[in-house]
């Protein structure tokens, strides 16, 4: 079955310390997308990718990177600077940017809490 | 005041209830409307998509858009338990996906 796969499904961060997440798919989709969801808030852009070795920061990149090495993989870290790291993260991917009405597909998500 | 609002609910409906999901936005740009359901602790799945004003329908689904009022709505007749969830708008003026202004989201309770 095609789709995005996200793991872990829950994370755990400690002070100072700097996590990954994990996201893949094989829809063949070219771009790609990391976003942040808060509770009573809409979904916050945190980073994109339209190609492989190429992202664009989102709306709220402070303390977050970004790596797209393969099509198929978007990892997001989480660093030690973002200061308020709890939330669900969701990772989506969307076929060629040029291409309109074409849908996000998205990974069920990581939780990332604070020890 | 937030682009794109939305009434967080959350919302409780008897099974077979007409339900009603609206969001309003300020940005007269925006063309093309989205409708998402998640689920618990699971990713957004794409309902409805739709550009510029109008309706759409797609079996129970029915997405209205009032560009003039700007004002777009989810209809969902025959409402199952298994529509319980949170329902989030989008919308973007380009139609590019890393331009997709979400909602809040309303939570959605249907009753068996």
């Known amino acids: 079955d095609g789709g995005i796969t996200q793991s872990p499904k829950y994370l755990f961060r400690k002070e100072g310390q700097n996590v990954t997440l994990s996201c893949e798919q094989n829809l063949n989709h070219d771009a790609m997308y990391w976003y942040r969801q808060d509770p009573g808030q809409g979904l916050r852009l945190i980073y994109y990718?339209?190609?492989?070795?190429?992202?664009q920061k989102g709306d709220i990149a402070e303390g977050y990177s970004v790596s797209r090495e393969k099509k198929e993989s978007f990892p997001l870290t989480v660093t030690s600077a973002q200061k308020n790291p709890t939330a669900f993260y969701l990772c989506a991917s969307s076929p060629r940017q040029a291409q309109r009405n074409q849908p996000q597909h998205f990974g069920d998500g990581t939780r990332l809490s604070i020890l | 005041q937030k682009e794109v609002e939305q009434d967080p609910g959350p919302l409780s409906v008897p099974e077979g209830a007409i339900v009603s999901l609206n969001c309003t936005y300020s940005n007269s740009a925006f063309q093309y409307f989205m409708w998402y359901r998640q689920y618990s602790r699971k990713g957004p799945e794409l309902l409805m998509y739709?550009?510029?004003?109008g309706n759409k329908e797609d079996g129970r689904f029915t997405a209205q858009v009032d560009k003039s009022s700007k004002y777009i709505s989810l209809f969902i007749r025959d409402s199952q338990p298994s529509d319980s969830a949170t329902y989030l708008c989008a919308m973007s003026a380009t139609g590019s996906a890393r331009q997709l202004t979400f909602g809040s989201g309303t939570q959605l309770t249907v009753l068996p």
């Open positions: 739709t550009y510029s004003s």
């Open positions: 990718s339209q190609i492989v070795n190429d992202f």
